[in-house]
């Protein structure tokens, strides 16, 4: 064979690869395109027919999907919607049995040929509905109301919208299978028992944002192991973890208070880290924490275990504590301080 035709055999080879790998990769592509296209179709519930009813002057629009499930909306303008309860309006009496398994809210829907937009969901709105395993809130949504889903005890995965800044109180209180939640990055407030009696929960890390958390947010969250606080919190409220009997690791860099009954009965808690910027840690913060041994405060000043001039108690109140580190500049200081000289022959530099 000539150098001539042999190169042209190996052109020849070479162009047959390139087109078979451009084939394939159109190939491939439009595979993904079409995966894809039908997970958007998917996450695009379709809305078959809507029926309006009039209750204390509200106008409710009950909405049925091609699934058969359904919802319900409260027309608030004449653009806009909230999802509310619709218990007191289905004929049938059966609103929770018609609102089960994934529930996917749309952004919008179509009612008398008027696109609404939907913004909020109102308080209760889905309490005890006990068949409600996922539900999915679109980003139109900037509000929930209290108790929205309190008691929804087959719950396991929530998707919150993006611009959420608050979450009311008792919002996912009681959702019992309710395993990891993901919180916007603007998010600002939690509400007191938001997420109380959420037994499912292993781990929380809360964002930056977030700069008021009310009481007993986590209480009886008895299966969290661990939580990992923004720097934005500055106070921990009473019974914030009170009864998180499997808690063992806490990260709270920018905490300046921990109130009393903070961390109640965290029975598995075996040390804790206490953050330089920490200036007052309220009498009985840790009470019940029966296996906590060791603690480490990073404060040059000792923080005050006292509001205004009356003692409230010890922070480590029937704790066994054996070791309390300190800044060495300020070990001395610690030893004579009310609140902590009571563990004196503890308390070392570090």
Known sequence: M???????????????????????????????????MGCQKESAPKIVSTREVTHDDKVIVEATFKDGKQ???????????SVTSGWQFSQEAGYYWKCYGGMVIPSEFEHNEQLYSVTCIENSAFQNCNKLS??????????????????????????????????????????KLLSAIDFPERLRHIESCAFSGCEALSSIKLPES???????????????????????LKTLPE????????????????VERVNETAFRNCTALQSIELPATLQRLKGRAFVGCSLLTSVTCHATT????????????????????????VPMASASTYRNTLGWRHYADKIVGM
């Open 2 to 36: 000539t150098s001539a035709a042999a190169f042209s055999l190996l052109l020849q080879v070479k162009t047959n690869c390139v087109m078979k790998t451009i084939y394939f990769n159109i190939i491939a592509f439009l595979a993904l395109l079409l995966a894809f």
């Open 71 to 81: 919802l319900y909306f409260q027309l608030l303008s004449p653009n806009t919607a």
């Open 134 to 175: 996922s539900i999915t809130i679109p980003n139109s949504v900037t509000s929930i109301g209290e108790a929205a889903f309190m008691n929804c005890s087959d719950l396991q995965a929530v998707e919150l919208p993006t611009a959420l800044d608050c979450i009311r109180s008792y919002t996912f209180a009681g959702c």
């Open 210 to 232: 977030l700069e008021f958390v009310g009481g007993g947010v986590f209480e009886q969250c008895i299966r969290l192991v661990s939580v990992e606080m923004g720097s934005g």
């Open 239 to 254: 019974g914030l973890f009170d009864g998180c009997c499997y808690l063992t690791e806490v990260k709270m860099p920018a």
């Open 302 to 325: 000792p923080p005050s275990t006292y509001y205004d001039t009356e003692p409230v108690g010890d922070p480590f109140q029937g704790c066994p504590i054996e070791e309390i580190k």
